[in-house]
């Protein structure tokens, strides 16, 4: 994604078929605008994934 959008990320593999990517997002637009493009839409549709994205908080 780049630095500007993406400031960390852990990426964890559940079983062969499942993982998880957790990141800190700097910029929500340019990482939707970077999720929905043609290339990665094509991408999901060939290698049968499915995103589901969820915006946490931290609680202090």
């Known amino acids: 994604m780049g630095k500007e959008?993406?400031?960390d990320y852990e990426f964890?593999?559940?079983d062969e078929h499942k993982s998880h990517?957790?990141?800190n997002v700097l910029?929500?637009?340019a990482l939707c605008t970077k999720m929905t493009s043609d290339e990665c839409t094509e991408w999901d549709k060939?290698?049968?994934c499915?995103?589901?994205v969820y915006g946490i908080e931290?609680?202090?």
């Open 12 to 14: 964890v593999k559940v």
């Open 21 to 23: 990517l957790l990141m």
């Open 27 to 29: 910029d929500m637009d």
């Open 50 to 52: 499915k995103d589901t």
């Open 5 to 7: 959008v993406v400031s």
């Open 46 to 48: 060939s290698n049968n």
């Open 58 to 60: 931290l609680v202090e």
